[in-house]
């Protein structure tokens, strides 16, 4: 058992899902896995382990941000020796080419955040993807008849930002989109050797306010879910 997670040692799976609402675990759990049990009830942020297609799989929320997802990835590598992380999540489009519903595979994160400063106060870091990780998630999309989107996307401390034009200079230099969490964790995979991708479908765009219904929400992340239990 970790701080956060209530878990034995071994309970967990190498390859964990990691979407930022724990309900949505739970729906991932009970929508795609077989001999499901729940091991994680610390602050309701579930995490399940199951079986998908005869592989032992988890799922486990992270919360929104970088700090709270932090929490939990460096538990799940430090003390659990999970291998492979793949965020869930949404996020909000910043190019005018990239629309509701559509599904990203984040390259890299760049960010406004603090917290790497902190690890590396002389330099940038720049957080990757695993590049195994994001050429399978294309493959398997692709199969499937979705063509994903693939860059850079931008880790905001800020979901609700006092200026307004805040992304736009990020969008002048090719990020796609916003989300905030993907920073940390391709940094705290390459600090575990780890393998890790965020795939995000975007739910909102910042160009012409438009936002997905809570139905499209739903299937289309459910669509992303089974891209992530393929991999
Ligand atoms: N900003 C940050 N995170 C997000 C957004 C956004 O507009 N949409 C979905 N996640």
């Not at 896995?33 to 382990?49: A, E, P, Q, V």
């Not at 005018?96 to 990203?104: F, L, M, N, R």
Request: net charge negative; proline share 3%; with cysteine.
């Amino acid at each position: 058992m970790s701080l956060h997670i209530g878990a034995a040692k071994g309970e967990i799976a190498k390859r964990v899902l990691l979407p930022g609402d724990p309900l949505r675990a739970k729906a991932i759990a009970e929508n795609f896995l077989s001999d499901t049990h729940c091991y994680n009830k610390i602050r309701n942020m579930f995490g399940y382990t199951g079986s998908y297609k005869g592989e032992r799989v988890s799922v486990q929320g992270s919360g929104m941000g970088i700090p709270s997802l932090s929490i939990y990835v460096n538990e799940l590598l430090n003390e659990y020796d999970v291998k492979q992380l793949i965020r869930v999540g949404t996020c909000g489009s910043i190019q005018q080419s990239i629309g509701i519903g559509d599904i990203i595979l984040a390259i890299s994160g760049s960010t406004h955040s603090n917290t790497n400063n902190l690890r590396f106060p002389n330099g940038n870091y720049a957080p990757a993807a695993d590049f195994f990780l994001l050429r399978s998630a294309y493959d398997i999309a692709v199969n499937m008849g979705i063509e994903p989107i693939i860059g850079n996307v931008f880790s905001s401390d800020l979901f609700y930002n006092d200026d307004p034009g805040h992304w736009e200079k990020w969008a002048e230099y090719g990020v796609l989109a916003l989300e905030m969490e993907t920073s940390g964790l391709y940094t705290l995979a390459a600090k575990y050797h780890a393998q890790a991708l965020t795939i995000l479908t975007v739910s909102d765009h910042l160009l012409s306010g438009e936002q997905a219904t809570a139905e499209m929400r739903e299937t289309q992340f459910m669509e992303m879910a089974k891209i992530a239990l393929e991999l």
